[in-house]
């Protein structure tokens, strides 16, 4: 029981709430323990306000998945664990937040209250119309971001915004680039209904320009006067050829392997995708720092 509540939660699409980190590494706070244990406890927060969303989203969409052939295999569509059950996770979860939320300052605690009624729209109404779907997908690792910055009361760069912004719609498209792959080999009762109004060709466009400017967004971003003012030196530029490696090899993950329906599996199971974020990482860490 105690694994399928662990499915039930999503623990490893907690992956994505570390965007929430983002501002925390480019405020040049990483290191005081202070700074960094505000951004854990914030980035605690989304992770269990996310996996409220997807328990009502499991159970609002219960019959549809037990049709499809990966989503079948969560706990309430294979009949593991009851709505009532995951209600009663729903109501555990919500209380523990709203008793971390007593830590945070007003703004943090507003964007955390917007990311969830943006995801609750997106489950019951937004998912199904064409672009907008889209776009609250990729509204969601934006809010992560400015929540972060709010959390520890720092400011964040436009240039990292756009590039945060650009990146969440890369993601997002490709997203539905590899539910069309999967549409073509499956009934289409198992598949989004949204996915009618896309196309492959259109899909692929779309990534491209989300991809193109992921790039120039962050290679501006490193070169940008108040980038070298604050962190005193022009050698960021130099973790560019990690974000475009990054997107290319999500690309061929997508177009050629034919992943990425789970955004999350990619990055924690493609070797090549995980020694470039580590070093990534490291890189930025030790120009930065």
Request: charged share 15%; with cysteine; glycine share 2%.
């Amino acid at each position: 029981m105690i694994k399928d509540y662990l499915k039930l939660f999503r623990l490893p699409q907690w992956i994505k709430n570390l965007f929430v980190f983002v501002p925390l590494i480019f405020s040049k706070h990483l290191f005081q323990v202070e700074y960094f244990s505000t951004a854990l406890l914030a980035s605690l927060v989304f992770c269990l306000t996310s996996s409220v969303v997807y328990i009502i989203n499991d159970i609002t969409d219960v019959e549809s998945d037990r049709s499809h052939p990966q989503k079948k295999l969560r706990p309430i569509a294979a009949g593991k664990i009851t709505p009532l059950q995951a209600f009663g996770s729903v109501a555990f979860l919500f209380i523990i937040v709203l008793i971390l939320l007593k830590n945070f300052n007003l703004q943090f605690v507003l964007f955390v209250g917007l990311y969830f009624l943006l995801n609750l729209f997106y489950s019951f109404f937004i998912k199904n119309i064409v672009l907008l779907d889209i776009f609250s997908i990729a509204a969601g690792f934006m809010i992560r971001v400015f929540a972060g910055a709010f959390a520890i009361s720092v400011d964040i760069s436009s240039w990292l915004v756009l590039t945060t912004m650009f990146i969440s719609l890369f993601l997002a498209v490709m997203k539905r680039r590899s539910e069309l792959n999967l549409a073509e080999n499956s009934d289409s009762t198992s598949t989004r209904k949204v996915l009618q109004f896309y196309s492959k060709n259109f899909a692929e466009q779309m990534a491209t320009v989300a991809s193109a400017g992921v790039i120039i967004c962050y290679a501006l971003y490193s070169v940008s006067d108040r980038t070298i003012s604050v962190f005193r030196t022009d050698k960021l530029i130099y973790t560019t050829p990690f974000v475009v490696f990054g997107i290319f090899r999500y690309m061929y993950l997508v177009y050629i392997n034919q992943k990425g329906e789970n955004t999350t599996e990619i990055m924690i199971t493609d070797t090549a995708m995980i020694i470039n974020v580590l070093l990534y990482i490291l890189t930025t860490t030790l120009i930065i720092y």
